[in-house]
Structure formats: structure tokens, C-alpha cells
């Protein structure tokens, strides 16, 4: 399984399909922190059976574009962060809490009320059933959501310390990354938007719950640091108020984005030995970029990272994109993968 020079993925999210989840209900509010189960348009019995099914379709989707890293789409999430967020212990899931999100909004969320632990494996069986519809020859990759993003995603009752309750998500984090690569992932990646969001307390104790999430972890990490989803988040900054620091932590690979925002790639810079997951697919617009214009975005990262150390990726999830739109994009990023790649050859 040795993948080539610039070597694509998604960042973790695909398209669901329409007759699995309401999408105009999804679009028209913010990712859910806490269940909910009305977004899915399919009865609760055979719900595992659609998300399988959904699951096979993501990753044929995948491989139909030519990308060398799948994912699973996350087919079987209301957001990124929610379904394993609210499968801990410590949690009162019939009375919500509230906390603002990044774009300043109070929303529900998961009201910790106790001791945070991991009750149950979360996603391991999702990483067996993506190995086993995945090609022989295609590496995986799972994303689970980073321990200071869910600590800022959560109304604390019960810790009364912002960085204990970092700590105590990271320690759930840890045992499921553990098993996550023990059930078969080539790569696992941490969400951790709110690195950017909220820079400060980022720097105060987000990497050390980091550091606490990865201890004694063994196998390729990668962290995903995002100006939010573009469908949401319209506003993008000129640059991040987060990366450098990044550069000493035990993570292998770093997703970020560059093609919204026309990034200055010459950051990259400052994450010297990092695998860079380049965001290269625009996804406030639907409008599909031409495989040129997104082998013009590779091309920018170049003077500034070792080719080798370059994956190529879309800035974010794809879950807000309409299908046609989502596979157009991801096909055209593969392709322009291949016109840098035979450049250089």
C-alpha cells in the first residue's frame, strides 16, 4: 500500500445522501453538539443498515475519483464531533446544556456531569467495515474529535477547570485512538477547530491535552485545524492564529485549509518535518474547480514544504456540498494531484 507523490483524501466528511438525512434541516443550523436524531430521515431499526449503505457508497465515490486515502465520509454523524461526544460517561443527555459557538451563537450541548471516561469502543467498528469495503490497496483513515474542541463544545457542571475538563476528554480520546489503529486505521485524525477559534486557551492547555490524547500512541496522527465550515463560516481570515504552535507536538500530519482563504503558504514554514494536508478545494462555492486551477494551489506549497511531505485534500468536509458537486470537486482534485505529480516526474 505505498501511495504516490501527493498522495489525495478527503478530510473526513463526504455528501450524505438526501434519503438518509434531511440536508436543507442539517444546512439550516449549526453542527449539532448533541443528539439529533430527527435530521435522519431513516426508522430507527433499519438505520445501521442505510448507514452502511451510505458507508459503500462513499467509499466507491472515493475510489471512482482516484483518491489514495479513504475515509469512511462519516456517513453515520450528525457532525463531526457529536457521535462520540455523547457516547462518554460524565454526560446528562436529557438535560442540555448551552455554550456559544465559534461564530458567537449559544447552542445546545452536552452537559458534563460527572467523570468524562469512554464507556465503550465509538468508531471501531466503523474503521473494520471501512477496511473491509475499502480496495486491498487504498490506506484508511478515521477522524475523531479533538479533546480541547469537545471540552469547548460541553457546559462544564462538574469540573470547574477548563483544563481537567480538556484532560479528562483527552484520556477518553486516547483509549479510542489506541483501539482505532489496533482495529485496522493507517491514519487517525483529530478535529480540533476550536484550536483556531479560540487561540488563547488553545495555547494554555489545548496542546497539553493534545499531548495527553496521543501518549503512548503508536501509528500515523494527523490534526485537522479549520476556519470552520464554509457553508457556516463565511468570513475567512488572511491567516491562522494557530499553526506554528503546532510544530512541536506529536502529531505526524496537519490538515489545513488554502484555497477559501488564499492562504500565504509560506506558514507551512513554520511547521518544519510536518506532513501537510493541503486544503486545496474551495467549499464556499459550488462551482467546480478545474483539476489545473487545483494543481495552481498544490503548485503554491512547493517553495515551502518537500513534495513528499505533501497530501492533498479538499480545506474541510464535504458534508455541506451537494453530491454531483462533492464528486466533481473531488475528482478534479485527484486529477490536478496528477498533472503536479507527472510534472515532477
Known amino acids: 500500500m505505498s501511495l504516490p507523490l501527493f498522495p489525495t483524501s478527503l478530510v473526513g ?21 448533541t443528539r439529533q436524531k430527527e435530521l435522519w430521515r431513516i426508522p430507527e431499526q433499519w438505520l445501521d443498515q442505510a448507514w452502511d449503505d451510505a458507508t459503500i457508497m462513499a467509499i ?3 475510489e471512482r475519483a ?3 486515502i479513504i475515509t469512511d465520509g462519516e456517513m453515520r454523524r450528525e457532525s463531526y464531533s457529536n457521535r462520540f461526544a455523547t457516547a ?11 455554550a456559544l459557538d465559534r461564530s458567537g451563537e449559544p447552542v445546545p450541548v452536552p452537559r458534563v456531569i460527572g467523570d468524562i471516561k469512554r464507556r465503550h469502543a465509538v468508531q471501531v467498528r466503523d474503521v473494520q467495515f471501512l477496511r473491509e469495503h475499502a480496495s486491498a490497496d487504498k490506506k484508511i483513515k478515521i477522524t475523531v474529535p479533538g479533546p480541547f474542541t469537545m471540552s469547548q463544545q460541553a457546559q462544564d457542571d462538574y469540573y470547574g477547570d477548563p483544563e481537567a475538563l480538556a484532560l479528562a476528554y483527552a484520556g477518553a480520546v ?7 489503529f ?5 491514519v487517525v485524525q483529530l478535529d480540533e477547530p476550536y484550536m483556531q477559534a479560540r487561540p488563547e486557551k488553545a495555547r494554555q492547555f489545548g496542546l497539553k491535552a493534545l499531548a495527553r490524547a496521543l501518549e503512548g500512541v503508536e501509528g500515523t496522527t494527523a490534526l485537522h485545524i479549520c476556519f470552520g465550515y464554509a457553508h457556516l463560516i463565511h468570513e475567512r481570515p488572511e491567516g491562522y492564529s494557530f ?24 506558514v507551512l514554514e513554520t511547521l ?20 489545473e486551477i487545483v494543481a495552481g494551489r498544490i503548485r503554491r506549497a512547493l517553495p515551502h514544504v518537500a513534495t513528499e511531505k505533501i497530501i492533498v485534500a479538499p480545506d474541510c468536509g464535504l458534508k455541506y456540498l451537494p453530491r454531483e458537486v462533492a464528486f466533481g470537486k473531488m475528482k478534479a482534485m485527484a486529477d490536478g494531484a496528477r498533472i503536479v505529480r507527472e510534472e515532477l516526474a
Open 88 to 98: 462518554l460517561d460524565g454526560v446528562d443527555m436529557d438535560n442540555h446544556g448551552t
Open 66 to 68: 482516484g483518491l489514495d
Open 182 to 186: 489496533a482495529a485496522g486505521a493507517d
Open 13 to 33: 466528511s463526504y455528501a450524505q445522501p438526501e434519503w438518509l438525512i434531511d440536508r436543507e434541516k442539517l444546512a439550516g443550523r449549526f453542527p449539532p453538539r
Open 243 to 266: 499553526l506554528p504552535e503546532l510544530s512541536g507536538s506529536g502529531v505526524k500530519q496537519i490538515s489545513i485549509e488554502t484555497a477559501q482563504s488564499n492562504l500565504d503558504t509560506s
Open 174 to 180: 486516547n483509549e479510542e485512538i489506541k483501539d482505532l
Open 272 to 291: 518544519p518535518g510536518k506532513t501537510i494536508i493541503l486544503g486545496v478545494l474551495d467549499l464556499s462555492s459550488h462551482e467546480v474547480e478545474t483539476p
Open 60 to 62: 466507491a465515490e472515493q
